[in-house]
């Protein structure tokens, strides 16, 4: 099964919270509540030098997913 690359994600246990699920490499959930972030992957200290470079971009990424799909949802 292929997934697209953001999923939104809610739960009534967390009604304020908003996430967004990464299901790409690296995975991770990111609460936009308060930017908290998950990573769904273990890394070694080679991979975290790398991805602290990309950690800004895949959040900005994120960020612009919920934007356009609360976008899609307000003109329907």
Do not use: C
Not at 6 to 14: E, H, M, P, R
Not at 39 to 51: G, H, I, N, P, S
Request: net charge negative; no cysteine.
């Amino acid at each position: 099964m292929e997934f697209p690359k953001f999923l939104l994600g809610d739960n009534t246990d967390y009604s304020d919270a908003i996430f967004v699920v990464h299901t790409e490499y690296p995975r991770f959930i990111i609460n936009l509540q308060n930017d908290e972030v998950e990573w769904l992957e273990d890394f070694d200290a080679d991979d975290e030098k790398d991805l602290a470079e990309e950690v800004e971009s895949l959040i900005k990424e994120a960020t612009d997913f919920y934007d356009r799909e609360v976008a899609r949802y307000d003109t329907e």
